[in-house]
């Protein structure tokens, strides 16, 4: 029979596997990617917003096996061509225009498409 210790590391380390390996913000594969970029420019825009993405990343790393995570705020880094780092000022034109078919009749929910 497995240790507890041994199985809980081996549990954590599968997680962080899996979370390394699939990690995407909400919404994704079911959004545009524009409107991913959109929404997560404007929940986490400039410094402040930076420092949320940032805590989001520091509470994970709390989880046993998560010590190194990057998840929230290196998928800004990759994704949003604007991304205002910590130390930069946040400017108005980093938020990026919604797609344009992803804001009629009804979004991409299924709301529109009877």
Not at 20 to 36: M, T
Not at 73 to 102: G, K, N
Request: aromatic content about 6%.
């Amino acid at each position: 029979m497995c240790h507890p210790a041994r199985q809980r590391r081996a549990v954590a380390r599968t997680a962080r596997v899996l979370v390394d390996r699939f990690w995407a913000p909400v919404g994704s594969g079911v959004q545009p990617d524009a409107e991913l970029r959109f929404l997560a420019t404007y929940l986490f825009k400039g410094p402040d917003g930076r420092a949320a993405a940032r805590k989001v990343d520091e509470t994970i790393r709390r989880l046993p096996g998560f010590e190194t995570v990057q998840l929230l705020e290196a998928w800004m880094d990759r994704h949003i061509p604007h991304a205002t780092p910590l130390d930069e000022p946040a400017r108005d034109d980093a938020v990026p225009e919604p797609a344009r078919d992803a804001v009629h009749e009804g979004g991409r929910n299924g709301h529109g498409n009877h």
